[in-house]
Nanobody
């Protein structure tokens, strides 16, 4: 229904920066929130950042707050995740997600609240 294509993953040294992009297409009219999740081998998938389109309000996990910035470009229908001061523990497969939930008092941050997912892009941070 909503197609998400991610790019920007790669390898970087600790302290470096990387910007992930996610281009949305298809039936995006019902999308009100988007998010970035990540999953490291052997670990559960976790939300790292989310944005509610109505007010462009954002949520960040405590582990990335102050280092990562989620944003969107409505004209290009692109979601971004600017990642600065990267740490080895940021190493994971990063997934873009889109959903129909969200309002001014709540930004969805769990997997179940998102309907469409990208294929994932690998981010590897070396010491």
């Amino acid at each position: 229904q909503v197609q998400l294509v991610e790019s920007g993953g790669g390898s970087v040294q600790a302290g470096g920066s990387l910007r992930l992009s996610c281009v949305a297409s298809g039936n995006t009219d019902s999308t009100v929130s988007m998010a970035w999740f990540r999953q490291a081998p052997g670990k559960e998938r976790e939300g790292v950042a989310a944005i509610y389109f109505g007010l462009d309000t954002t949520w960040y996990s405590s582990s990335v707050k102050g280092r990562f910035t989620i944003s969107r470009d409505t004209l290009s229908n692109t979601l971004y995740l600017q990642m600065n001061s990267l740490k080895p523990e940021d190493t994971a497969m990063y997934y873009c997600a889109a959903g129909a939930h969200g309002h001014r008092f709540y930004i969805p941050r769990s997997q179940a609240e998102y309907n469409d997912w990208g294929q994932g892009t690998q981010v590897t941070v070396s010491s």
